[in-house]
């Protein structure tokens, strides 16, 4: 449940998450509603797709994760519906690696627990294993000119560019126990 009352439900069948207003309205906030629809696709409400969702945990802020078995990760929905992998495959491979960001691994993760310290525990069905991933830290939009690279501990960006690049817009968001703050700012090499 959220701050103003909404409650998140997590749609195993229909690979999507439903919010129901205090009122009693249900809309979809995220993934699709098709039966059978599933796959992987980052992206803003029914554009993202989910494998077989179970677990759902909300975090200071309005941040939602979500343990999408299938996918064999864990995803991040913020307030405005943009989800986003945590950790985990991209192609839905499952793993036992301990690590950061996608060199993570999973083997069908279904609950999730927060743990009011920044950090989540997710229960695997097939690993047999309950994980622990960290989720303060910086997370970065789009990806960088050549030479450089992002730190998602500390979240600055260091290196020397390497090739010519358009202006890029970027948004850095940070993540504490406490919520989320997003700054936003432009690369450009000449």
């Not at 303060?136 to 939009?141: C, D, E, I, M, N």
Request: hydrophobic letters at 40%.
């Amino acid at each position: 449940m959220d701050a103003s009352g909404n409650i998140y439900v997590v749609e195993f069948g229909n690979q999507a998450i439903r919010m129901i207003t205090p009122a009693g309205v249900v809309t979809t906030f995220a993934g699709n509603t098709v039966r059978y629809g599933w796959g992987y696709a980052d992206g803003v409400g029914t554009a993202a797709l989910f494998s077989w969702p179970v677990g759902c945990a909300m975090a200071p802020g309005g941040v939602i994760y979500i343990a999408d078995t299938h996918n064999n990760n864990l995803r991040r929905i913020m307030p405005d519906a943009t989800v986003s992998l945590v950790a985990g495959s991209t192609m839905q491979a499952t793993g036992d690696t301990d690590c950061i960001g996608t060199a993570a691994g999973f083997n069908l993760p279904a609950y999730i627990k927060l743990d009011g310290n920044g950090s989540a525990y997710v229960s695997e069905l097939s690993g047999n294993r309950l994980r622990k991933v960290v989720l303060t830290g910086y997370s970065l939009s789009g990806t960088l000119p050549a030479g450089l690279s992002f730190d998602p501990a500390t979240g600055i960006i260091s290196g020397t560019p390497t090739t010519t690049t358009p202006i890029t817009n970027y948004t850095i968001t940070a993540f504490n126990t406490k919520g989320f703050s997003v700054a936003n700012f432009t690369i450009g090499v000449k």
